[in-house]
């Protein structure tokens, strides 16, 4: 229990001095604004999301284990989480009273409070967070795996900071609790789009036969434009299937989904494969 509270009060002051860094950044001149720029923005980014989200946890566990205390480990772990709370919370508070004339004005948290209610508002929003760590698995897929399908089997590269990065932090108005929450939507959506346009290339790639379900078809045409375009009918023979992938991956090209870009013509018109 003891280690419990030492790694959450340590937490609390290594993230609440992160942030204080963070803040001073942009002070510096262009050296600063142009660190600032790199670090909303990955491969920056994922430094940065890594010290406030998981790092704490990891670090927690660590130095529970190492402790030698009976559940060591578990205890050092909701330390960490417990840190992070605290610092979220602590933060979105100071943030706000630095800047009271839009604390004082319209603010997401105050509408959305009137139409759902404080507690279910926040405690809903708590539940997104659980996930964080899902996301940053996410993350690490997308920089150490999806590189190897890059060289293995020619799937487009992409510039992944133009997917991944943040700039909520500039909307006026934006503060305290709104801000930091955006932020973590900013980063999460950023995530999960790069990480369905990665998978786009790997169902087009090796899978390309719609599911015999039409619903589920039109429900993953969200995320999958090509499954109702492109890939072969339920009923479909495999001779389909094969021609298809010939007459799709037959060149030099980047192996990519059939919506591709990089499919484009000259003129910005989508090259009919039929």
Known sequence: MIIALLVAGGTVIALLFGTAVLHLIPRLGAFGRGLTDRLCRAPGLDLLITYFTVLPMIVGAVAGWRSGEPGGAWWGL???????????LLWSILHSLAHAEARRGPRIIKVLNRIVGPWRNHAALWVTAVVV????????????????????????????????????????????????????CDWMTGVWSLGSEMLRNVEAFWCPIRFRSD?????????????MTHWIDARGTMDEVTALLEQQYGNDAPNAWFGHPARLTVEGRAVDPA
């Open 215 to 227: 619903k589920k078809c039109a429900n993953c045409s969200v995320d999958f434009p090509d499954v």
């Open 133 to 184: 760590p899902l996301f940053w698995a996410v993350r690490l897929a997308e920089l150490f795996l999806y590189p190897f399908l890059v060289w293995l089997v020619r799937f487009p590269r992409y510039v992944q900071g133009e997917w991944v990065n943040v700039s909520r932090q500039k909307f006026d108005g934006l503060v305290g609790h709104d801000l930091i929450w955006c932020l973590y």
């Open 78 to 88: 909701a330390g960490g989480i417990a840190g992070q709370v605290g610092t979220v």
